[in-house]
């Protein structure tokens, strides 16, 4: 103790420093020694917890993955949050050495310009990032194989996508250790393959984009039986089923099969291509989803202020652009965030979608994976079926204060649609010795079901989610929305069993800024009437107009009197007064709605910032004066 007396205050504090990190390295020798392998998560999100679908994925593996992972050394010091993730991304191939058995084999990379390893980041695929204006390029992505070498990558890991580096990592490896594309049954009650029905007889680009990640193999509606083996099962629009293959569907599910199916109140291209057909647009579904405790809303679709896209009308001969409120365009604060399905997407378009509603009393709930928002209403089908008033049924649009469904997982053990048992199938037709008519029936599932509901059909067709450009004379789709994303994402989810689909996202929450567009839309429902009510004066008064000057004389020479001169005059003058009225009406809402971003992107992009400037020179004067004034009273 006199040893200490003895010190100085600064040799003391450099001493208490020196023990102070001598006793944190022995802390962290020791735990590293002690308490290896235990692992310990105290973020909030649970960050580095393992899910139990993992560990599944990663102990069931019976050969070597080997995952070379790719980093530029570059690339983390000129960006530090790279550098962390990068960190994360390394621990976590570790815990996933760990639990497999040494079955994952992991090899680090840090590769350079021209370098070997270089040149084989290039030869898997990975995407190289710019790191300078020089052109030097770095890259962050991992490349696996397995025994038989085939290949899977992630061509870069966006730290933007942090929140489902487990369920990419771990989709990776179940690919691998699987093998081969999941084997995907397809039933359709439109000609989405191809036929004399489509244009040119080509696939819809939906059907492409699902053959590219899957085996796809298609089932007649008319079928009897599901084929052996399938790994999941696409149902869109399904009508005209048989008995049997209905059946066979509803057996599907209760012993474990995986199904993404797609319905609708209103399908627009059925509609289009059976034109005063009885029953055209609605699916044929009811009695397999109302055993599943799902009902689509009988002849309402849903209709949305806030995802309202922007369409050009006919007003009273004038074109006009309004928001039709049945054609949806659906962005993040829609989704569910913490889904792997949903929690990436950006924007979703659909065209007069159907509501889902749970039915009380079947064992199942449903996990809703698109909403519409508050600012909804069920609106009828007949409003829209035809030659629909875009208009009117804005002006008329009264929101329900509830969020709608529109796509949702369902989640529990029902019971089959068929109490009674198999159907017994047409009259004279045998049943065959495989079709499931002889597989024992199954009344209730044992474990939950996994199903995946959707009230759109017209999502899929390529025209609501593609558009074509041009270059260099050729013409490219472009997706400008993340439909066959959504598809494709639901599909992996369900064929990758169980194990993929208890994964979730671990993302914060995230809302889109819409305060501008809400405003607008309430803005627009206010000058409307008046806008309609100015168009239709002009219009009278152009008939009227019109009317005068085309009064003819049996010889054809036009009688155009004084009093008809002056009254033409003053028509003109109307028709100039009322349509500079016009022009002011349109102007007063877009003013409204400018003048209000202005304010705000001040607000986000210079008063903010000014104000923080000013608290801290405010505090670094008071800091200044307490100073001061402590100086002055050690003086006195």
């Known amino acids: 103790m006199r040893f ?60 070597p993955i080997k995952i070379r992972l790719f980093v530029s050394r570059r690339l983390t010091e000129l960006n530090p949050g790279h550098a962390t993730y990068a960190d994360r991304v390394r621990q976590l191939l570790e815990r996933y050495v760990d639990i497999s058995d040494d079955k994952i084999v992991l090899e680090l990379y840090s590769p350079e310009p021209f370098t070997d390893e270089e040149d084989l980041a290039v030869a898997y695929g990975l995407q190289a990032v710019p790191l300078d204006n020089t052109g030097e390029k770095g890259y962050f992505g991992l490349a696996a194989t397995n025994s038989v070498d085939t290949l899977e990558t992630i061509a870069y890991l966006s730290p933007e996508r942090e929140s489902f580096l487990e369920y990419d990592l771990s989709k990776l490896i179940f690919k691998l250790a699987s093998g081969g594309k999941p084997r995907v049954g397809l039933i359709a009650g439109l000609p989405i393959v191809g036929g004399p029905r489509t244009q040119g007889g080509q696939s819809w680009a939906i059907v492409e984009q699902v053959r590219e990640f899957f085996d796809l193999e298609t089932v007649a509606v008319s079928a009897r039986r599901l084929p052996d083996g399938l790994d999941a099962l696409l149902i869109v629009h399904p009508k005209g089923l048989t008995d049997e293959l209905t059946y066979a569907i509803d057996q599907f599910v209760l012993n474990g099969g995986k199904v993404l199916v797609f319905v609708d109140a209103n399908s627009e291209i059925d509609v289009a291509m059976n034109r005063g057909r009885e029953g055209a647009g609605r699916s044929e579904f009811d009695k397999i989803l109302n055993a599943w405790g799902v009902e689509l809303v009988k002849d309402k679709v849903l209709g949305d202020l806030t995802t309202a896209r922007r369409v050009n009308v006919n007003l009273r001969g004038q074109t006009a652009v309004a928001d039709y409120v049945v054609w949806l365009s659906m962005l993040p604060d829609n989704f569910a965030k913490d889904d792997t399905i949903t929690g990436d997407l950006q924007r979703v378009t659909l065209a007069t979608p159907g509501i889902l509603s749970p039915i009380d009393g079947a064992g199942t709930t449903l996990q809703p ?27 008329n649009f009264v929101p329900s204060g509830e969020r709608k469904i529109i796509a949702a997982r369902v989640q529990g053990k029902p019971s089959t649609a068929f ?27 044992d474990k939950d079901i996994s199903v995946i509901v959707v009230s759109d059909v017209d999502m899929l067709h ?32 369900l064929a990758g069993g169980t194990a993929l689909m208890g994964l979730r996202g671990r993302s914060g929450a995230f809302r889109s800024f819409t305060y501008v567009d809400e405003v607008r839309k309430a803005a627009e429902r206010d000058f409307r009437s008046k806008e309609e009510e100015l168009a239709a004066q002009i219009a009278t008064i152009q008939g009227e107009l019109a009317k005068l000057l085309n009064r003819e004389q049996a ?6 009197g004084p009093e008809d001169k002056v009254r033409a005059e003053e028509y003109r003058r109307e028709m100039v007064r009322l349509r500079r009225e016009l022009r002011d009406v349109q102007y007063a809402l877009r003013k409204d709605i400018d003048d209000l971003d202005a304010t705000l992107k001040f607000i986000n992009i210079a008063a903010i910032p000014l104000l923080l400037g000013v608290i801290a020179l405010g505090w670094l004067i008071i800091g200044r004066r307490r100073r001061a004034r402590r100086f002055h009273m050690a003086e006195s």
Do not use: Y
């Open 369 to 395: 994976l698109v909403q519409s928002s508050e600012q909804s209403m069920a609106i009828d089908v007949a409003k829209v079926r035809t030659s629909p008033d875009v208009i009117g049924i804005f002006r």
């Open 4 to 63: 200490f007396k003895n010190m100085d205050r600064s040799t003391l504090a450099g001493f208490s420093c020196v023990l102070a990190v001598i006793t944190f390295v022995a802390i962290n020798i020791f735990s590293n020694a002690t308490f290896r392998g235990l692992d310990v998560d105290l973020t909030e999100e649970k960050l580095f917890t393992l899910s139990d679908g993992t560990r599944e994925i990663l102990q069931g593996i019976d050969e």
């Open 462 to 493: 390529e025209q609501f989610w593609m558009e074509s450009r041009q270059l260099f004379g050729q013409t490219f789709n472009v997706p400008f929305a993340n439909n066959a994303d959504f598809t494709v994402n639901a599909l992996e989810n």
């Open 419 to 445: 109490p009674d048992g198999p159907p017994a199938g047409p009259e004279g037709v045998t049943p065959l010795p495989d079709t499931p008519t002889m597989v024992q029936h199954v009344a209730k599932a």
């Open 555 to 560: 010889g054809g020479e036009l009688i155009i």
